[in-house]
């Protein structure tokens, strides 16, 4: 049963201080700046955590909405003056900005840290979980795929693919090459499996056009990640999802960082407890389909069904060399375009 806890409870669980100990200090006139992806994550941002700190202390946040290619270029031409607090990076991007002096470390003395299932700050704090999966047509594709089904000659020419370079296509690679009996260290073996998906039907940037050509049975499958998608089904009653087994899901992973010597680092902090917290983290699984970090999660059946939410889930998905697959992406985009796309 989905344990309903007062807010008294949730500062409590990860040990948060409480929120009388933030509201002794009048922060009136300071900004904090947060960089992350809009829509649903920033209403449930702007609900959960920054609208609660405007109250408790008096200052204003300030949202900078975009892609992490966005707050990476920005956060690195401002390394010697940051004007952003908290920024949220991909799980590839955390370590590289980590070892670069970008950002702060995770304290593993803070109860955040602890909060959070062992072994997921690499980086920065671990802040959500989705898989790379498979959106389907369920008029065309009668029951949820396994990854070799987008094989199947019944399906030539009806294979959708992200736009390259991205995490939806890292992943299509590192699950080519499985299938191959590799992994994504041999990229050959990846991209002489993907030849078999040709044609492709489309390369996609955005929900609507992909989920658009497969409402009009142009499109069968296409990998995708998960959050975004089961949020977006319900529009969608036609189009399923898939969380293949042989081999698993590709794990992907959303990182909160803290600026290096960013103006707020108090309130940045504050930022941090609060979004990794259990209230916010809940909503997270139950609104918009990203699986909780935090250990002290605990969700209904239901919605547990729905996200990646317990450490043998994340075991039991593909877990890519992140530093190789980054060195790899300059070359892999050249065969990407011209080997699978021939362009």
């Given amino acids: ?54 109250e408790e202390t008096g200052a204003s946040v300030e949202f900078v909405l975009g892609g992490t290619g966005d707050r990476m270029a920005r956060i690195y031409a401002e390394k010697d003056n940051p004007t952003m607090d908290v920024a949220f990076l991909n799980m590839y991007e955390a370590p590289q900005a980590l070892s670069d002096g970008i950002v702060l470390p995770p304290d593993p003395e803070t109860d955040m840290y602890k909060a959070i299932w062992d072994g997921m700050n690499n980086g920065c704090y671990a802040m959500s979980l989705v898989g790379l999966g498979i959106a389907y047509n369920k008029n ?5 795929p396994e990854w070799e089904d987008m ?17 939806e296509g890292d992943g299509l690679i590192g699950v080519a090459a499985r299938l191959a009996g590799a992994d ?29 050509m497969m409402d009009a049975g142009e499109v069968a499958m296409a990998p995708m990640i998960s959050g975004y998608v089961l949020s977006a089904l319900k529009e969608h009653p036609d189009i399923g999802f898939s969380f293949p087994s042989d081999p698993g899901p590709v794990l992907v992973r959303d990182m909160l960082c ?15 407890e609060k979004a990794l917290g259990v209230a916010n983290q809940t909503d997270y699984a139950e609104q918009i389909f990203f699986g909780p970090t935090n250990s002290m999660v605990e969700l209904s059946e239901e919605a547990s069904a729905d996200v990646i939410d317990t450490p043998e889930e994340v075991e039991s998905l593909v877990q890519l ?22 362009q």
């Fill in 1 to 54: 049963m989905l344990k309903k806890l007062t807010t008294a409870l949730l500062a409590g669980a990860i040990g948060l201080p409480a929120a009388g100990a933030f509201a002794a200090d009048d922060y009136s006139g300071h900004t904090l700046v947060v960089g992350v992806w809009g829509g649903d994550i920033e209403r449930l941002l702007r609900e959960n955590v920054a609208e609660p700190i405007e």
């Fill in 140 to 144: 065309i594709v009668s029951e949820a």
């Fill in 151 to 167: 094989w199947d000659p019944e399906y030539n020419g009806m294979i959708a693919v992200a736009q390259y370079p991205g995490s």
């Fill in 184 to 212: 994504e260290h041999d990229p050959d073996a990846a991209f002489e499996k993907l030849q078999g998906l040709k044609p492709i039907a489309m390369t996609y940037t955005n929900l609507d056009e992909i989920f658009a």
């Fill in 258 to 272: 803290l600026v290096k010597d960013s103006p707020e680092p108090e309130l940045a902090k504050m930022f941090a």
């Fill in 321 to 342: 060399d992140w530093p190789y697959v980054i060195e790899q992406r300059s070359d892999w985009t050249q065969r990407w375009n011209k080997e699978l796309l021939e």
